[in-house]
């Protein structure tokens, strides 16, 4: 790792903003963006903004013969090693070198087999200076990453679960009432997780009980793979999720007690059906997981219900969890099954509460949104 200069800290501060244009258009791609400069004045810039588009190191080498400026001699800042290898681009190492990039500064590394450490190689041995941040940016660029950094290196998406409690710990509200615990602004900003992440999951519960779409309804959003954890294939043909299937696709992960007739029929309406042949609830969830993975999804929303989130927990399959505590008291949960608290998850006794599954988080922040707070957690970083 190399000391930057405070000026080198700045340009790939302003790389990581870029990169973000991306989100929610690039996946499978990691977000990735990249500034030129020379005699400390910016002469290119650009980010990876849609899958199948410019990286972000040819995006900001065509931005400098936009500019009418020469690359030559200037010094690349990119949030990601640039690429060797042939995919839905060419390589990037061949652009900064034909470009003439004299100096490239590297805030992360790609962890995925067909990188790793490639391109700084071919760069330096084409005479170019290259140089790996560390500290402060070198954290921002690989935490900008984790879905591509963990499906790099598991094959597996990253898992962000979603909850919305009462103060009292309720995570459904009663029989009758609005279904809603979290407010207007903090459901709008679960509409824009949906389309940047791949996938969203539910349990068959939640789906029976709220028969919902699971689209993300943010202006110009990509729409996530549907995914209902439904060990019977109990999902009525005329759900919501089925009657959608036009708008995103469904996958149903059922067992091997799932009624033959119901999987057929499912299939027939266009869902797509995985057996997952496990007993054991965490070996189907990670089975579902790579299934998953293999078709380039490298990160999924989790909404719920309750018995999901806690075999996710139980087989180390949530990564990050997002929760909204609401300015509400719901009182104890009623004789319904749909009913639940997230805090008192039907346990019974002491030893049930000595092995229930506890996430330790790495690092945690608290925001409000409208008069919800949110709570973030990351629980691994990879």
């Excluded at 034909?98 to 450490?117: F, Q, W, Y």
């Excluded at 070996?283 to 806690?310: F, H, P």
Aim: with cysteine; net charge negative.
């Amino acid at each position: 790792m190399t000391t930057l200069t405070d000026i080198d800290r700045e340009h790939l501060r302003h790389a990581l903003a870029l990169a973000e244009g991306g989100r929610g258009r690039v996946s499978p791609n990691p977000l990735v963006g990249a500034v030129v400069v020379r005699g400390g004045k910016v002469i290119g810039e650009g980010f990876h903004a849609e899958l199948g588009g410019l990286h972000a190191e040819r995006a900001a080498l065509a931005d400098c013969g936009r500019r009418g400026e020469e690359p030559g001699g200037a010094t690349m800042y990119v949030t990601l090693e640039p690429c060797a290898h042939q995919g839905r681009q060419p390589p990037c190492t061949e652009a900064i070198l034909a470009a003439g990039i004299g100096r490239v500064v590297i805030a992360s590394e790609d962890p995925s087999e067909k990188a790793a450490g490639r391109g700084p190689g071919i760069l330096r041995d084409g005479g170019v200076e290259v140089e790996a941040a560390a500290g402060a940016e070198a954290a921002a660029a690989r935490l900008l990453n984790q879905p591509f950094r963990k499906h790099a290196r598991t094959g597996l998406p990253l898992v962000v679960l979603k909850l919305a409690m009462s103060l009292d710990g309720q995570i459904t509200t009663p029989a009758g009432s609005s279904p809603w615990i979290s407010g207007e602004r903090s459901r709008e900003l679960v509409h824009r997780w949906r389309g940047e992440l791949d996938a969203i999951a539910v349990g068959i519960g939640t789906a029976l009980a709220d028969d919902p779409l699971l689209t993300a309804r943010a202006p110009g959003a990509r729409q996530p793979h549907r995914v209902v954890f439904d060990s019977a294939a109990r999902l009525p043909l005329g759900s919501r999720l089925v009657g959608s299937i036009e708008q995103a696709p469904l996958t149903i992960v059922a067992g091997p007690e799932a009624p033959p007739e119901r999987v057929a029929a499912l299939r027939e309406a266009g869902v797509e059906v995985f057996l997952a042949e496990a007993v054991d609830p965490g070996e189907r969830i990670l089975a579902a997981l790579a299934t998953l993975g293999r078709r380039e999804v490298t990160s999924l929303l989790l909404e719920g219900g309750r018995t999901l989130v806690a075999a996710f927990a139980a087989c180390g399959q949530v990564d990050e969890s997002r929760t909204f505590v609401a300015p509400m008291l719901l009182g104890p949960p009623d004789s319904s099954p749909n009913r639940s608290s997230f805090v008192n998850q039907r346990v019974t006794n002491d030893e049930r509460t000595g092995t229930a599954p506890r996430l330790e988080a790495l690092a945690t922040a608290t925001e409000r949104v409208g008069e919800d707070t949110l709570i973030t957690a990351r629980y691994r970083e990879w």
